[in-house]
């Protein structure tokens, strides 16, 4: 297992396949990326994955863009599933092409999902996605169900727009047997304003979880997030804003749509590129080595003060 300078292992990769997406949500912070078109043939990805596992990455999560707007996804799931060593392979997706693909993708190996999905309202899913595809992330979430795989709804909780519906979300996420992530809205670089007028502390919604809870676990190798186990259902809470709790309990590192190394979500000045040097011939050595020098630039984006 590989560790960075402030002795966080390194478990798991956040790798976006693509930065293409059908939906336009007016939160989405890109995964931090710039504007690029290229993408990674899925033995690039592959191969990539398979250097990091001899470094102990065992998860493994497809982002994007859309990761299921990729003609060719199923076949990424296939290369990574077989990997030994990967023990947890998932995907991130707002569920619009779920329906169609959940079988494939499930008999491909991927057993776990992640969908974006904020609120049960029509008209809020509207304002938030730019679509009225709400139905159809319905569909595709009972889908990944039918095909027996996990499911978690990612809730990014956001003031004055869907804050109230915490309580209809859970109950939703208890009737489908799956658990709902809260999430904090992040700033980003360019969201200041947008951030200002939604960012909803989370603090209210920690203390009625805590009341209500039957127990709270601690996820120690997931930033510390903590779960919360209620009457039939999980709830998570992901609170990245000013937390150095959450920085120092990182354990993974991402990697870009256009195949750089990049250790923070919230920084663009430390990437590496290894998609250059393995289209020219790189050997694994030496994207071992790039992958090492990569982790070595991890550092927690919001530190401890001073003592
Ligand atoms: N299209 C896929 C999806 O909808 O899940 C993958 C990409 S999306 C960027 C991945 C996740 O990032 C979403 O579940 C969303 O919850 C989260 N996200 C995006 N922007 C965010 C922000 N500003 N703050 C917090 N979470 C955000």
Known sequence: MIADNFGRPLTGLRISVTQRCNLNCIYCHKEGEGESQLEMEPEEIARIIKIATHFGVKKVKITGG?????????????????????????????????????????????????VSLDTLNPKIFSFITKSDFLNTVKEGIAEAIAQKM????????????????????????????????LIELLRTSSNQEFFDRYHNDM?????????????????????????????????????????????????????????????CLMRNDNLIDFLTPMRAGATDDQLKELFRQAVML??????KPKE
């Not at 990761?67 to 990574?80: F, G, K």
């Not at 979880?209 to 009457?231: C, G, K, P, Q, S």
């Open 203 to 263: 603090t209210q919604i920690e203390k009625i979880l805590e009341i209500e809870a039957t127990d709270v676990l601690t996820r120690r190798f997931m930033h510390n997030r903590l779960v919360y186990i209620l009457d039939g259902v999980k709830a998570e809470i992901v609170r990245p804003m000013d937390n150095s709790e959450f920085c120092y309990h990182c354990t993974r590192m991402r990697i870009t749509s256009d195949g750089k190394f990049k250790p």
């Open 150 to 181: 996990l499911v978690k709804i990612n809730m990014v909780v956001m003031r004055g727009i869907n804050d109230a519906e915490v309580s209809a979300m859970l109950e939703y996420a208890k009737n489908i047997n799956a658990t709902l992530q």
């Open 66 to 114: 859309e990761p299921l707007i990729r003609d060719d996804i199923v076949n990424i799931i296939d290369r990574l599933a077989k990997l030994d060593g990967i023990k947890d392979l998932s995907i991130t997706t707002n569920a619009t092409l779920l329906k169609e693909k959940a079988k494939e993708l499930a008999n491909a190996g991927l057993d776990r999902v992640n």
């Open 298 to 303: 991890r550092e927690p984006f919001y530190k």
